[in-house]
């Protein structure tokens, strides 16, 4: 049974950074890519991060590129998500998903 439990979010002001973590049980976690996705109040789900099984390899949507970092740790069964330069938009419970299932989200708010 796949179990994702996130971590780490709070309340930043614009300009901060957080780092979100996810941990991972049930499954065997260096076989497979992991995704972070991010809901805002009144909006869609969105597919913000996706990175390999290995790590190797990352794609970032448009919206996070250049600020937002994914990596992973496959010994720790770790999935981690680095976000700097925070802006108000970026305010979400953030997620996250591999096999068809999620974490329960972590709340990332971003407010001066």
């Known amino acids: 049974q796949v179990q994702l439990v996130e971590s780490g979010g709070g309340l930043v002001q614009p300009g901060g950074s957080l780092s979100l973590s996810c941990a991972a049980s049930?499954?065997?976690?260096?076989?497979?890519?992991m995704n972070w996705y991010r809901q805002a109040p009144g909006k869609e789900r969105e597919l913000i991060a996706v990175?390999?099984?290995?790590?190797?390899?990352?794609n970032y949507a448009d919206s996070v590129k250049g600020r937002f970092t994914c990596s992973r740790d496959n010994a720790k069964n770790i999935l981690y998500l680095q976000m700097n330069n925070l802006k108000p938009e970026d305010t979400a419970v953030y997620y996250c998903?591999?096999?068809?299932?999620y974490g329960q989200g972590t709340q990332v708010t971003v407010s001066s």
């Open positions: 990175i390999s099984s290995a790590g190797t390899n990352t």
């Open positions: 049930g499954f065997t976690f260096s076989r497979y890519a």
């Open positions: 998903s591999t096999l068809h299932s």
